[in-house]
Nanobody, 122 residues
Framework: VQLQASGGGLVQAGGSLRLSCAAS????????SGWFRQAPGKEREFVAA????????AYADSVKGRFTISRDNAKNTVYLQMNSLKPEDTAVYYC????????????????WGQGTLVTVSS
């Protein structure tokens, strides 16, 4: 599967952005998609994930209540709606996918899109 992320940009603290991740190729077997982020000088961290069937979701504690992950199966696209953004949300955001049913194991996300930069100014 190939992944194409978009939607990043510059926003003021308290603002909102919506990221999109369009999948192509062998999409029918994708079990789950996720968003990860990497801030300057830090390791990549999990943000949110969603199953393509059944719609189960998972979030990092740092974004619960502010971010919402969703999917449009017809468009093979996963979204990350980010509200109440904080300067500490500044990072390159990556979308990822896994064919493995153990979708809550972060290390099983084998397919990655290019990152999209989100900058939150204070």
């Amino acid at each position: 599967v190939q992944l194409q992320a978009s939607g990043g940009g510059l926003v003021q603290a308290g603002g909102s952005l919506r990221l999109s991740c369009a999948a192509s190729g062998r999409t029918s077997s994708v079990y789950a998609s996720g968003w990860f982020r990497q801030a300057p000088g830090k390791e990549r961290e999990f943000v949110a994930a969603i199953r393509w069937s059944g719609g189960g979701t998972a979030y990092a504690d740092s974004v619960k209540g502010r971010f919402t992950i969703s999917r449009d199966n017809a468009k093979n696209t996963v979204y990350l709606q980010m509200n109440s953004l904080k300067p500490e949300d500044t990072a390159v955001y990556y979308c990822a996918a896994t064919y493995d049913s153990r979708w809550l194991i972060r290390g099983l996300y084998d397919y990655w899109g290019q990152g999209t930069l989100v900058t939150v100014s204070s």
